[in-house]
């Protein structure tokens, strides 16, 4: 079973600040996918990447996959209160299920 | 509504007692998946349906929980002789079989279950 470590668990920062989280397993991803839940609601898609090296931009967030495709990372630039929740990677294995393995999940509050 | 729509949104039982969660995917989604959130943890994965292939089971915790799904559709998960161990929040998710390595997971808000 591969693992997936986030990090970091939690991160409190002020609105304007910039932040980046860690996905990282020592398992090749087939395809990695990052999610946001907010309180009392299900996990959303913010992006899936699939090519090692690949970066997608969505706003102020960017998001990187390893050229090994092992490990991500989420950057978001100038964050704000709206930014707040809880970041989850999901990944399927390379050659194994289809099914998604999800991380442990960055837990992000953006003061104003 | 055109989402995953999942009920009881908070059940509160009894150690002992069993207990039914239901999910009802997006129309046309024919894959179905079933995961359990506890407080501080990720998602853990419970059960995949996929069309009519024979469902993965394989992250069930133990014989205590089964699930089930009728024409294709709505799912039930059911958990007997509750334990508190079992208090989570249990998600539903759907999505289109066509993309099975990047396709994206519709969740919906969740089950959650307080075991007493």
């Known amino acids: 079973t591969q693992l997936l470590e986030q990090s970091p668990q939690f991160l409190s920062i002020q609105e304007g600040e910039n932040l980046t989280v860690y996905c990282n397993s020592s398992s090749v991803f087939s395809s990695l996918q990052w999610y946001r839940q907010e309180p009392g609601e299900g996990p959303v898609l913010l992006v899936t990447?699939?090519?090692?090296?690949e970066v997608k931009k969505l706003k102020r967030l960017t998001f990187q996959f390893g050229d090994a495709r092992k490990d991500s990372s989420l950057h978001i630039t100038a964050a704000q209160p709206g930014d707040t929740g809880l970041y989850l990677c999901a990944a399927r294995a390379s050659g194994g299920s289809y099914i998604p393995t999800f991380g442990r999940g960055t837990s992000l509050i953006v003061h104003p | 509504g055109a989402g995953v729509s999942q009920s009881p949104s908070n059940k509160v039982t009894e150690k002992g007692k069993d207990v039914e969660l239901r999910c009802d995917p997006i129309s046309g989604h024919t894959a179905l998946y079933w995961y359990r959130q506890s407080l501080g943890q990720g998602l853990e994965f419970l059960i995949y349906f996929q069309g009519n292939s024979a469902p993965d089971k394989s992250g069930l915790p133990s014989d205590r929980f089964s699930a089930e799904r009728t024409g294709g559709s709505v799912s039930t998960l059911t958990i007997q002789r509750t334990q508190q161990e079992d208090s989570a929040v249990y998600l539903c998710a759907s999505s289109l079989v066509w993309d099975m390595r990047a396709g994206e997971l519709f969740f919906g808000e969740g089950s959650r279950l307080t075991v007493l």
């Open positions: 990447v699939v090519t090692g090296g």
